[in-house]
């Protein structure tokens, strides 16, 4: 199927929990191939291994920044007109955007730039990624003079408290 | 490093010792595409267009990063090739466009002559209803972004091997508590399978008099074969909105992810029928806790029946393993617990060489079958 073998999760010993259950005689003929358990299981979720912390992240890119360390990267971008917030992988796919593009949130905005826009733009977007299901996410992809600025300061609070962890769990090796 | 001489490499490849330059370029041909910044007139720098900032810089480096380019990338090389993926959802109701930007012109234009909003903006007070712009999302935005985290958690790879819709029905899961708490259901959030042991409150828009069939399927955890699902809850021909009314094909069994096998997504499909459908070959018995009657495969089932319903709408949630799921495999599914445990592919050494170069000691212990290690015995 060309799946990368850290995809799954291979697993390989079966350990029974010894319980006894309570037997039903009218479904004991439907139910006795049930213990028929492959001793290999494969996980199919290709957010199993990141959200089990056990996914790898790509260590490489030391010379280059912004490096690619990252299960899930919150990136926001301020253009002259609008504001865009992404959530990405590693390899570029993006997962969560928010923009005050979008008209549902330009329609509540009085103006689509700006640090009110920011700040609810990072409550807009942290809703989306709970929903999602991306609770930890990168925010190391902003130049280090432009994180003192209102607007990203403010997009940062938004995030926050909307509930998202901004910085990623480390990963298990061992 | 110089490229050696074509005549030097052959003579290397034919006779006897081979050459061991990285870099030997065989044959010299011409680049298969434009090179990188070929469109610069590097005679007259002066005239160029200075970034003038490191942010400008850093975004048109950003959107270069991600264009297509005809050189092999390690993006290339890991991701595979995106193949043209097959529409088989709903078709788009598309309204008047003219009428809505122009209602939309005009919002904005109201917005902008409205003191208190300017000055919420200026003192940077303003903050807006979430619930109403979440409601508005669901109309507009919603679906295509639904379509593309489905996508990216491997719901159409696995469930319709690669063909996707996008849900224009937005739709409601709700798991109640016992506490009046109410668990939603939204596309990739965690839900624990004690909090979805009983039946969930499922709504969504329909009009009156169409038929729907609702289907949630587990496709990560099924114990003996790794392609196929678990079917968890089938009601069929459900009359608008009311889910009591529909016949119930298989009936709800609460989720059993296995310990130590992480993460699995339990999908809620909604599929708009045209007509009311013989669904009589995927009945299950009535209490069927038996999991080889359980085993599904959407694809084939929507391939039976995919002249008469297409899909409409997708909720999707992780579950992972808790107390409830040891009292399923006890009491209903009549089976002892199977507990996983994470095994780590082994990690990739190259072929071993006889005399290796700059290597520590325990090179030799990466290649031993047996654990005997060199390092950190003393």
Redesign the interface.
């Known amino acids: 199927m060309?799946l990368?073998?850290?995809q799954w999760?291979?697993?390989?010993?079966?350990?029974?929990?010894?319980?006894t259950?309570?037997?039903?005689t009218e479904?004991?003929v439907?139910?006795s191939?049930?213990?028929?358990?492959?001793p290999n299981?494969?996980?199919?979720?290709?957010?199993?291994?990141e959200?089990?912390a056990?996914a790898r992240k790509e260590r490489g890119w030391k010379t280059t920044w912004p490096k690619r360390e990252f299960w899930h990267r919150l990136?926001l971008?301020r253009t002259q007109h609008y504001v865009e917030a992404f959530v990405e992988?590693s390899?570029?796919?993006?997962?969560?955007?928010a923009s005050t593009r979008?008209?549902?949130?330009?329609?509540?905005?009085?103006?689509p730039k700006?640090?009110?826009?920011c700040?609810?733009l990072g409550?807009?977007m942290a809703?989306?990624c709970?929903?999602?299901?991306?609770n930890f996410v990168d925010f190391k992809a902003i130049?280090p003079w432009?994180r003192r600025c209102?607007s990203i300061q403010?997009f940062e609070k938004g995030v926050k408290e909307g509930g998202v962890v901004l910085h990623e769990p480390r990963r298990i090796y061992r | 490093m110089v490229a050696p001489l074509l005549s030097t490499a052959l003579r290397g490849a034919r006779g006897g010792r081979s050459f061991g330059t990285a870099a030997v370029l065989w044959k010299r041909a011409a680049p298969l595409g434009p090179m990188p910044n070929e469109d610069v007139d590097v005679g007259n720098l002066e005239a160029l267009q200075r970034y003038r900032s490191f942010a400008r810089y850093l975004r048109q480096a950003e959107r270069a990063g991600r264009e297509p380019c005809w050189w092999n990338t390690y993006r290339k090389h890991t991701d595979p090739p995106a193949e043209p993926q097959a529409d088989i959802g709903l078709p788009r109701e598309r309204l008047s466009r003219a009428k809505e930007l122009k209602e939309r012109k005009r919002i904005l234009r109201e917005n902008h002559r409205n003191a208190e909003m300017e000055r919420a903006a200026r003192l940077r007070t303003v903050l807006i209803p979430l619930d109403e712009v979440r409601a508005e999302w669901e109309r507009t935005s919603g679906p295509f972004h639904k379509q593309r985290v489905a996508k990216h958690c491997g719901v159409f790879r696995d469930l319709f091997k690669g063909a996707a819709f996008t849900p224009w029905v937005a739709l409601r899961v709700q798991y109640s508590q016992e506490d009046e708490h109410l668990v939603p259901v939204y596309y990739g959030n965690m839900v624990t399978p004690s909090e979805a042991s009983s039946p969930p409150a499922v709504s969504y828009e329909a009009d009156k008099g169409s038929l729907w069939t609702l289907l949630l399927t587990n496709p990560d955890g099924h114990l003996r074969e790794a392609d196929s699902e678990y079917l968890h809850w089938l009601v069929t021909n459900i009359p608008g909105s009311d889910i009591q009314a529909g016949k119930e094909m298989c009936h709800y069994l609460p989720p059993f992810p296995a310990m130590g096998t992480g993460y699995h997504r339990f999908i809620f499909l909604l599929f708009k029928q045209q007509g009311p459908i013989d669904f009589s070959q995927d009945a299950r018995p009535a209490p069927c806790y038996s999991l080889k009657m359980r085993t599904f495969s959407t694809f084939d089932f929507y391939r039976k029946h995919k002249d008469a319903m297409t899909p409409a709408g997708l909720a999707f949630f992780q579950c992972q393993w808790d107390n409830s799921v040891t009292s399923t495999f006890h009491q209903l599914l009549n089976m002892r617990e199977p507990v996983f445990e994470f095994v780590r592919p082994p990690p990739y050494h190259p072929p071993q060489v006889k005399f290796p170069r700059h290597q520590p000691l325990r090179y030799l212990d990466r290649y031993r079958d047996t654990q005997e290690p060199t390092y950190g015995i003393y």
């Open positions: 060309g990368n073998p850290e999760v291979t697993c390989l010993s079966v350990r029974f929990a010894s319980t259950a309570s037997l039903k479904t004991e439907d139910t191939e049930n213990e028929v358990v492959a299981f494969t996980n199919r979720n290709p957010r199993n291994l959200q089990m056990l990136r971008e992988r390899n570029g796919d993006v997962v969560v955007s979008e008209w549902a949130i330009k329609r509540h905005l009085y103006s700006g640090v009110a826009a700040r609810n409550r807009v809703q989306r709970l929903e999602a299901g991306i130049i432009e209102d403010e």
